[in-house]
Structure formats: structure tokens, C-alpha cells
């Protein structure tokens, strides 16, 4: 038969393709819950060695529902958790177990595991919290917002341009901190009806006051590139990832020159949806590897590391996308270069940084030495920096931030305490759901 197979022939291809999907995507299940699983065996049988605050100790909280995969949003906060800690009593609550055993292994704060509903109502019941910072909108973030005598305050993951921070959710929480003017003018735009003045709160960049960290090389005339790309995403508007369209000719560039040294930081979550964008990466972590063994020398580096900040400080010059790395290296005032996305549905707000800054199309990624020359040592480009750094985040002076956060902090419990005696005869009631499924979302939840 000419014009292509039979009906039936193309049918069961149909079939077997469908069949195919099917399988993998039980296979992909069966394995997550297996792993889930193995984590949860891990946790009971480390649960002694770390076990629940004594009830009355803990004044404020950082809930964390996520899986593992997104850690590094509460990873950044580590330091500035730490600080705060030495005035206030501070824990995390982690509710998966992927996330609880590496929290245990590296948070600088104690981390209690309250995975089921009844444990986290426990929890609550037995400490005074004043306050309960999100750094991300999981879904199960509403599970706590069930609880009121407690301000819910959004601290997010980053300073960026993204759809992200300009979110509709922001209205879920009591009040937000934000990191300066830039943010309080993104969010007055967008928002409908939002009680900006009193909700959102600028506190500058306090992680910027710790960004430090130990050398992975022995610093030469080499000038630094730090490549810190972030991933596909997930939609055509936050698609901002450049690995596939920029990097692999920008890194070939850079590992060709004799007097040049890389950084590649890709964002851990880089090839989870696009495959092509994951064999880009690999493909560059291979050509580092490859350079690294032909001339050890050069010491270039692929970063995968968990600690966040000597990267921003050490690179002479930075190409990030459009992402929270931008507005982190903005706040060391240091030279800069910022990917632009081919996809044209990708939504960048151009009203604030991003209509000023040095982009790089994809057709320019192979001469990113020249043009990573011309923006280290132009005067113009320097001063642009400058201003749009005390924009986004205010006085960037040493510990400026971290002074400010404190006083945040401070400020609303100070709140806290004069709502606490107004309603200091009100009737205590349970804010239990008794609807609430006392399980995780899915049963191959991590």
C-alpha cells in the first residue's frame, strides 16, 4: 500500500508508544518511592540524635516543605540564620525527608523533622512563635498559614527581575522582606491593592555580608569568568536558562584563551526538563575537565558546591541570566554581564536593572573576551553598576544589611508582643483541620 502504513500498523505504534510512556513513567514512580522509603528509614533511625526543642524555646521559624532539589533556596540563608540566631532562638522545620537528613548534616540551626500535620499542630502548640519565614510558595506552605498568633513573613531566595517576585502570593503572607526600592517599585506595579507601605519591608542583601569562602585555586593573572547560568525553567515565560544558547560556545571561548580562567556554577536544577539543555551542561562540565587534564595550571573550575558567595567575590567578571545571581553579584559592584533569552515569551521586566545592563545575545557568546574586556574597564559601565546597586538594596556598606534584616526582625516581634496583650483574654481555640489529610501530597513525596 503506497502513502504510508496500514491503519492497524499505525494504530498499534500508537499503542506501543503510549505503552512505552507508561512504563517509564511507572518505573520513574516505583523508583522515587522506593527512595523515599529509604530516606524515611534513614530519619527514624536518626530521629534520637536529634530530637524536638524543649517546648517554650523556639521564638521564630524557617519552614522549609520542599524536597532536597531546592535546598540551595534556603542554603543562601544559612549565614544570616546563623547570625540571627545569637538574638533569637531559631529552628527549621523541614517536613520532607530528603531535606531533613541533609539539613541535619549541614544547617547552622537546629532542624526539626514534622513531616505528618498532627506533629507540625504539636510543634506549634508547645512553642511561642513570633515569627515563620518562607523562602519559597510550596504549596504546603498554606498547612501553616492555617496558624494565626504568629506573623507569616516571606523572605524568598533571591533579588531578581523574575516573574517570581512579582507573584499575586505575596498576599498570602503578614509582610515580606524585600531587598530595596527596585523591589517596593516591582511590587507597587503589579500588585492590585496592595498594602505595600506596611507589608513589605526593605532590608537590603544580608547575605552579601558573608559571601566568602576558600579558594578551589591558587590565584594568578589569570582574570576570572564566572558562568552562572540558571536553569530551562518550566514555562515559556521564565525561560531564561542560557546553557544551550550561550554557554557552550561562551565556555569554549573562555577555555581557549591562555588568559582566562572559568567558573561554571550551573543551577542544580539545570537539564530537569529539557534534555538538550542537559547535555549542554554536560557538555561543558567534559570541556572543563578536559582543559583542567591537558594543562593542570589553568585550574578551572566546576562548582557544584553547596557554599554560595566566594564565587560573586573572586570573578573579575560575571555572565549570569536572568535570575537572583544577577542582583547578588550587583550587590559586590563588581563588572557584570547578563545573558539575554532567546525565547521571546520570556518575561523580563526592563524597568529597573535589566534596561541598563551589559547583555549578551546568543550570537555574541563566542566573543565574550572582547566583550568581557570592554565592560571590566569601562568607566560608564562602572558607574551604571553603582547606581543600580544602591537601587536594588540600599547602603551595600559592610554589615549595612544584616543591621537592617535584625531591625526587621526586631520590629515585628516588637509587634508581635503588643498584639499578644491585646488579645491577651481572647479564647484560645484549636486551629486544627479536622479535613486535613495527615499524609504527605503523594505517596512518592520525598
Do not use: C
Given at each position: 500500500?503506497?502513502?504510508?502504513?496500514?491503519?492497524?500498523?499505525?494504530?498499534?505504534?500508537?499503542?506501543?508508544?503510549?505503552?512505552?510512556?507508561?512504563?517509564?513513567?511507572?518505573?520513574?514512580?516505583?523508583?522515587?518511592?522506593?527512595?523515599?522509603?529509604?530516606?524515611?528509614?534513614?530519619?527514624?533511625?536518626?530521629?534520637?540524635?536529634?530530637?524536638?526543642?524543649?517546648?517554650?524555646?523556639?521564638?521564630?521559624?524557617?519552614?522549609?516543605?520542599?524536597?532536597?532539589?531546592?535546598?540551595?533556596?534556603?542554603?543562601?540563608?544559612?549565614?544570616?540564620?546563623?547570625?540571627?540566631?545569637?538574638?533569637?532562638?531559631?529552628?527549621?522545620?523541614?517536613?520532607?525527608?530528603?531535606?531533613?537528613?541533609?539539613?541535619?548534616?549541614?544547617?547552622?540551626?537546629?532542624?526539626?523533622?514534622?513531616?505528618?500535620?498532627?506533629?507540625?499542630?504539636?510543634?506549634?502548640?508547645?512553642?511561642?512563635?513570633?515569627?515563620?519565614?518562607y523562602v519559597n510558595q510550596n504549596a504546603k506552605n498554606f498547612q501553616m498559614f492555617r496558624y494565626g498568633r504568629m506573623w507569616h513573613v516571606f523572605i524568598n531566595h533571591g533579588e531578581s527581575d523574575k516573574m517570581y517576585m512579582t507573584t499575586n502570593q505575596f498576599k498570602a503572607y503578614d509582610f515580606s522582606f524585600v531587598a530595596g526600592d527596585a523591589a517596593l517599585d516591582r511590587l507597587s506595579y503589579k500588585l492590585w491593592d496592595f498594602d505595600l507601605k506596611r507589608k513589605a519591608i526593605p532590608i537590603g542583601r544580608p547575605q552579601a555580608d558573608h559571601f566568602a569562602g576558600e579558594l578551589p585555586y591558587t590565584p594568578d593573572d589569570r582574570t576570572v569568568v564566572l558562568y552562572a547560568p540558571t536553569w530551562e525553567g518550566d514555562r515559556d515565560a521564565a525561560a531564561y536558562g542560557s546553557i544551550e544558547s550561550h554557554g557552550v560556545a561562551l565556555a569554549k571561548a573562555v577555555l581557549a584563551s591562555d588568559t582566562h580562567r572559568l567558573i561554571y556554577r550551573p543551577h542544580?536544577?539545570?537539564?530537569?526538563?529539557?534534555?538538550?539543555?542537559?547535555?549542554?551542561?554536560?557538555?561543558?562540565?567534559?570541556?572543563?575537565?578536559?582543559?583542567?587534564?591537558?594543562?593542570?595550571?589553568?585550574?578551572?573550575?566546576?562548582?557544584?558546591?553547596?557554599?554560595?558567595?566566594?564565587?560573586?567575590?573572586?570573578?573579575?567578571?560575571?555572565?549570569?541570566?536572568?535570575?537572583?545571581?544577577?542582583?547578588?553579584?550587583?550587590?559586590?559592584?563588581?563588572?557584570?554581564?547578563?545573558?539575554?533569552?532567546?525565547?521571546?515569551?520570556?518575561e523580563i521586566d526592563e524597568g529597573g536593572y535589566l534596561g541598563s545592563c551589559e547583555w549578551l545575545q546568543a550570537d555574541q557568546a563566542g566573543d565574550i573576551l572582547a566583550i568581557a574586556q570592554r565592560v571590566q574597564f569601562d568607566a560608564e559601565a562602572q558607574e551604571r553598576l553603582g547606581y543600580w546597586a544602591e537601587r536594588h538594596f540600599g547602603d551595600t556598606t559592610p554589615g549595612?544589611?544584616?543591621?537592617?534584616?535584625?531591625?526587621?526582625?526586631?520590629?515585628?516581634?516588637?509587634?508581635?508582643?503588643?498584639?499578644?496583650?491585646?488579645?491577651?483574654?481572647?479564647?484560645?481555640?484549636?486551629?486544627?483541620?479536622?479535613?486535613?489529610?495527615?499524609?504527605?501530597?503523594?505517596?512518592?513525596?520525598?
Open positions: 500500500m503506497v502513502g504510508g502504513p496500514a491503519p492497524d500498523a499505525s494504530n498499534d505504534l500508537i499503542v506501543t508508544m503510549a505503552l512505552l510512556n507508561d512504563f517509564k513513567t511507572a518505573r520513574k514512580v516505583v523508583r522515587t518511592m522506593l527512595r523515599s522509603r529509604r530516606n524515611r528509614r534513614r530519619v527514624a533511625g536518626l530521629m534520637d540524635e536529634h530530637p524536638l526543642p524543649a517546648p517554650g524555646s523556639v521564638s521564630i521559624a524557617v519552614y522549609f516543605a520542599d524536597t532536597k532539589v531546592n535546598l540551595y533556596q534556603i542554603r543562601q540563608w544559612y549565614a544570616p540564620l546563623a547570625e540571627l540566631s545569637k538574638r533569637f532562638p531559631v529552628s527549621i522545620i523541614a517536613r520532607s525527608p530528603s531535606s531533613v537528613l541533609a539539613l541535619w548534616e549541614e544547617a547552622p540551626v537546629p532542624t526539626v523533622y514534622l513531616r505528618r500535620v498532627s506533629e507540625l499542630e504539636q510543634f506549634v502548640s508547645e512553642q511561642p512563635l513570633k515569627i515563620v519565614f542544580p536544577r539545570s537539564g530537569v526538563v529539557n534534555e538538550d539543555y542537559k547535555r549542554a551542561n554536560i557538555d561543558i562540565i567534559a570541556a572543563i575537565a578536559e582543559a583542567n587534564e591537558s594543562d593542570p595550571s589553568v585550574q578551572h573550575v566546576y562548582d557544584d558546591g553547596k557554599e554560595m558567595g566566594w564565587q560573586l567575590v573572586a570573578a573579575d567578571v560575571a555572565i549570569t541570566d536572568v535570575s537572583a545571581m544577577v542582583y547578588d553579584r550587583l550587590a559586590t559592584g563588581k563588572p557584570l554581564i547578563v545573558t539575554r533569552p532567546v525565547s521571546e515569551h520570556a549595612s544589611a544584616t543591621a537592617r534584616f535584625h531591625a526587621a526582625v526586631e520590629s515585628l516581634v516588637a509587634l508581635w508582643h503588643r498584639h499578644a496583650q491585646i488579645h491577651i483574654g481572647d479564647r484560645h481555640v484549636s486551629e486544627v483541620d479536622p479535613f486535613e489529610d495527615d499524609e504527605d501530597e503523594s505517596p512518592s513525596a520525598e
